[in-house]
């Protein structure tokens, strides 16, 4: 009997241990692990390196490290003399191209058609002059009067005026005709080249301006004035205001009754007031083992997915990094 007592002890005290650390929750025994109330996360860093699509000069940086911009404002600018130029010289590119199908599609002047017709009118009246001269060589001929050599010429001259008469017509049919489809299309085809490379020119010469994509604070100044820059230099870094989010992890657990657009409250060590008012915007669909940088209760090694909150409202005071605490609301009013 008193061998037993000691063991009965023994085995109590191991029990009450077990109870104490939590071992049946873990593995199903006894009492379910109450629900959580409260999770643990940080704020996202969300910045924006900045730089500009076009090579040059950094003429001027508009802003300091920690200066509050607003999305469109002037950030920097580079020297736009050599984009200022391009841009000229395609619009007189296109201005020229411009003409040349202007001119296609007018087609002759009407003094030019009426030169072509009395060049043709001419032509006409020298092959009848030949003609004449011809048939008096002929007879002259048959007369004996004249060598054949004179007959001989005389048929030649009736021939290349004949064929000066053929192409002064053609030469006048082709002039009132106008220019030919084709050409016009190939002037067409020119000038709207022309127009996208001046096109080109335009978005290059704006895109020697800087200007904030969104707003936010200016987080570090990388180039200064003087200095030249590549398209993917990088010249300010800009940390975004909004949208603000929350990165939080949840574990497998209460997983059940956290789901996109629940509302939940975020609080901070620092926080003065009650809080901002979120909603769950991103359950990860894979599972994860607890970020380091994760403040929670709960062991390191436990699945926990990631989920995203969104700030309905942010103030000055929640800050990118910052750690948080995402209150939930009780288990029975999150559905």
Known sequence: MNKIVPVILLLAAGA??????GLPQRYGYF???PPAQQIYGNVDIRQVSLGFRVNGRLAAVAVEEGDAVK???????????????????????VAALRATLDKLKAGARPSEIAK???????????LANAELALSRADQLRNQGTVAQSSLDAATATKDMTNARVASAKAALDLIEEGSRAEDIATAEAQLRAAEAQLDAARTSLADTELKAPAGGVILS????????VASSTNVLVLALNEPVWVRAYVAETDLGRIYPGLKVKVTSDGMTGAGYEGQVGFISPVAEFTPKSVETPDLRTDLVYRLRIIIDHPGKDLRQGMPVTVHLPPAGETK
């Open 16 to 21: 009450g241990a077990a109870w104490y650390t």
């Open 116 to 126: 072509a017709r009395a060049a043709y009118q001419e032509q006409v009246a020298s």
């Open 71 to 93: 999305a469109g404002d002037l950030l920097a600018r580079l020297d736009a003399g050599p984009y200022e130029i391009a841009v000229r010289a395609a619009e007189q590119n």
């Open 31 to 33: 009492l379910p692990v």
């Open 221 to 228: 100044r990388v180039s200064e004035p003087g200095a030249i």
